[in-house]
């Protein structure tokens, strides 16, 4: 209606033109909504002959999907779905595959992962010390002497030595490179004696406080140095990555979440280098997966300024970039350590190996300690809710947790501000109180939220059950006792901790097994196939303010579809990490396609080799 011929040479209309031009317009308005409203029911894309695993609030089962544009419009049966298809519509036969929402981890180090798989040496596969040594020796040969050599991923409860490399392994393959391997929890690793010559540590040189320096029984530096402050007395020399290695490093990782089937990632751990790789990735339309993020805000009153300055200078909540694409989430902080060190902060003393307490240098029962000040991080944390800013915390032991859920119970009561959802990252070993804090975060104040990783218990369960010792080992990562007592959760990887695929967290919240194929954690805190699959779609969509458009298949969310080759719902648990993603849908556009999904994308029109359906049950609810 704004055409332009008419304007300027016609300005002055005959009367009975300007009533005819009165008459269209009547018209035209009264014709216009139903026009619109008949063509907004027609889909462009259908996939139909499917088992749909909705996770509506009924975890209904549907057998089709209807799509125009970015959102879906209708998920029911065959016939509903098929009499909306435009003519030219799109038709993805799915032939009684089955289709999930994209699913979500919210909590995941996709850029620093990206960074580590593209220009370090990998080690997560690795078995033996000697192994970790080849594979060092393999990279010197290919590096100028001086330059660093980094890797990650070792666990030494997978290698056959059970015990962690150390400087004295590599220096006879890396005398003139400088090493630095990160343990897979990213709180340890390993240095070679070259490193620890260039930062200059020696039996003199003091632990941190809150870092850990390994030593022999000379009190010999043995490599191992953990947690950050003990960590960067060696990391702080290691060349920055790089605009370019990062924006690299992000676009391998979005290939493998296209191809596990997932859409959606939390990243929880960032700075201005990550956020301007995808922001550059967003801005040349090369990101295709929704990222949250979560700023490092440091262990100080003046880093949580900083953080705040740079939440400050982005897009806030509930503004998105690129529609729903990027998402400024809030902040990171740390109240502890890890499992995998000993480091997390708790009530009873870690286990060496199951039976005996660990003991720290002085003799003293090992309770790992803070990551952080607990006064200052109370205060921190109370800078954030009066800014209006989500908190995420990494609590991986009781006491760190208990302090956290206080925190926030505190803040919120001080400062309500009901919806930031702050969260408990790990939250492994919730006591009594935490569960009760828990339960009335969400209720009043929309907070309180575990983000949880499953896979624990299987890709480092075998040093998690020798740490954590019987007794706590079967209250670990309890989600059957959050689910009965009606607190959410989400799921994610802690990639790199674990590998990346959510199969693996759906499967690790059914089988509780270790990568030995041992149970030590019982079934007893297992939940159901429902629930795991909620708390990696839903719940997650939750936790990244996303809610509203995806998590869910439903009309009017946005059309992130993963296609499966079998259905989580009903195959034995044992085959659940073995699911294939055939297709990734994002915002109804195809963003992975398996060489073995054959199934032609046909026209509407054109004609379809008939076949009959397998065994697509009716919508239930
Ligand atoms: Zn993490």
């Known amino acids: ?111 620093d992962g990206g960074v580590d798989e593209l220009y370090g040496v990998k080690l997560s596969d690795a078995r033996s010390v000697a192994e970790i040594v080849a594979r060092v020796k393999a990279a010197v040969s290919m ?17 056959a030595e059970r015990r962690y490399p150390a400087a004295a392994d590599f220096d006879a393959v890396a005398p003139n490179n400088p090493v630095w391997l990160m343990h897979t929890t990213g709180h340890y690793g390993v240095a070679n004696s070259a490193a620890m010559k260039l930062a200059g540590i020696t039996a003199a040189t003091r632990d941190p ?83 949250c993020v979560l700023w490092d805000a440091g262990i100080t009153m003046a880093s949580a300024q900083h953080a705040l300055d740079e939440i400050n200078s982005v897009p806030r909540l509930p503004a998105t970039l690129g529609r729903g694409r990027l998402l400024s989430c809030g902040v990171k902080l740390f109240m502890d350590g890890s499992g995998g060190a000993r480091t997390g902060w708790m009530w009873q003393p870690w286990m060496r190996d199951g039976r005996a307490v660990d003991l720290t240098q002085d003799g003293a029962p090992n309770t790992g300690y803070p990551h952080i000040d607990p006064e200052t991080y109370r205060e921190m944390v109370l800078l954030f809710q009066k800014s209006g800013v989500p908190v995420g915390t990494h609590a991986v032991g009781d006491r760190a947790m208990d302090w956290v859920v206080d925190t926030y119970a505190l803040a919120e009561q001080q400062f309500p501000h009901p919806g930031l959802r702050h969260a408990i990252i790990h939250a492994n070993l919730p006591t009594p109180h935490a ?21 624990f218990l299987w890709w480092i369960g075998n040093i998690y059950a020798l740490h954590y010792g019987p007794e706590r080992d079967r209250r670990l990562i309890p989600l059957n006792t959050l689910k009965r007592r009606g607190i959410l959760w989400s799921g994610g990887s802690d990639y790199s901790v674990t590998p ?70 009903t ?24 060489a073995s999904f054959h199934e032609p994308i046909h026209a509407a029109g054109a004609p379809r080799r008939s076949k009959a359906t397998r065994g697509a049950p009716p919508i239930r609810g």
């Open 1 to 111: 209606m704004d055409g332009g011929s008419a304007h300027g040479a016609d300005l002055a209309l005959t009367p009975s033109a300007a009533a005819r031009m009165n008459r269209l317009a009547a018209a035209l308005l009264l014709v216009t909504p139903l026009l619109a409203f008949a063509h907004a029911e027609q889909a462009d894309l259908i996939l139909v002959h499917g088992q749909v695993l909705t996770v509506d609030a009924h975890d209904s089962v549907a057998q089709a999907i209807a799509v125009r544009g970015d959102v879906i419009l209708k998920v029911g049966s065959d016939a509903e779905v098929q009499a909306l298809a435009a003519p030219n519509a799109q038709i993805i036969d799915l032939e009684g595959r089955t289709a999930t929402p994209g699913l979500i981890d919210t909590h995941a180090h996709i850029a």
């Open 143 to 159: 590096t100028r002497a001086g330059d660093w050599i980094t890797g990650a991923g070792w666990d030494e409860g997978k290698l």
């Open 209 to 291: 406080p809150a870092g850990t320096i390994d030593r022999d029984r000379q009190g010999h530096p043995t490599g191992v140095f953990k947690e950050d402050a003990a960590m960067t007395l060696i990391t702080r020399l290691i060349p920055a990555t790089t605009p370019e290695q990062m924006r690299a490093g992000i676009l391998h990782i979005q290939e493998v979440l296209h191809s596990e089937g997932m859409t959606a990632v939390k990243d929880p751990d960032i700075f201005q280098i990550q956020w301007d790789a995808y922001r550059s990735l967003l801005d040349a339309g090369q990101l295709k997966v929704r990222i």
């Open 435 to 455: 569960l009760d804090t828990l339960s009335i975060l969400q209720a009043k104040y929309d907070a309180g939220y575990p983000e949880m990783q499953a896979e």
């Open 500 to 569: 990346l695929a959510a199969r693996y967290g759906l499967w690790a919240s059914v089988a509780r097994q270790t990568s030995a194929g041992r149970e030590p954690f019982g079934s007893a805190e297992s939940v159901d196939r429902q629930t795991a699959l909620r708390s990696y779609t839903a719940w997650g969509a939750r936790q990244m303010f996303l809610e509203d458009q995806i998590g869910t298949l439903e009309a009017g969310k946005r059309a992130d579809i993963a296609v499966w080759d079998r259905n989580f719902y």
């Open 571 to 594: 195959i034995p648990t044992a085959q659940i990490k073995d699911m294939k993603c055939l297709m990734t849908l994002l915002d109804g556009q195809v963003a992975y396609r398996s």
